[in-house]
Nanobody
């Protein structure tokens, strides 16, 4: 019911910056609202972890990421962004866009939706 398309990943040197973007669209109609949009990341062999989520009323960051990463939303575009600064090699991961609580054509979908992910590699 919801399609998420991420972009902006790539290779960056330590200390560099990247901006990830994610656009949500409804497969059965236009999205009228999204409760929560956010970003998670995953390294092979490890669990997916929280990067940042924006529920509208509150923003939450993963441990040690606040101050380097900034999440923002554009509700007019059903988009969420992640500005990543001072990147470190340990930030290397696949970054996934997530939405929860989406209303499409008057119907509410409470489940999680995930994008396919975009790879961020921090290396010299």
């Amino acid at each position: 019911q919801v399609q998420l398309v991420e972009s902006g990943g790539g290779l960056v040197q330590p200390g560099g910056s990247l901006r990830l973007s994610c656009a949500a669209s409804g497969t059965s109609g236009s999205i009228s609202s999204i409760n929560t949009m956010g970003w998670y990341r995953q390294v092979p062999g490890k669990e997916r972890e929280l990067v940042a989520v924006d529920s509208g009323a509150r923003i939450k960051y993963g441990d040690s990421l606040k101050g380097r990463f900034t999440i923002s939303r554009d509700n007019t575009k059903n988009a969420v962004y992640l500005q990543m600064n001072s990147l470190k090699p340990e930030d290397t991961a696949v970054y996934y866009c997530n939405t929860r609580g989406v209303t499409i054509a008057g119907r509410f979908y409470g489940m999680d939706y995930w994008g396919k992910g975009t790879l961020v590699t921090v290396s010299s």
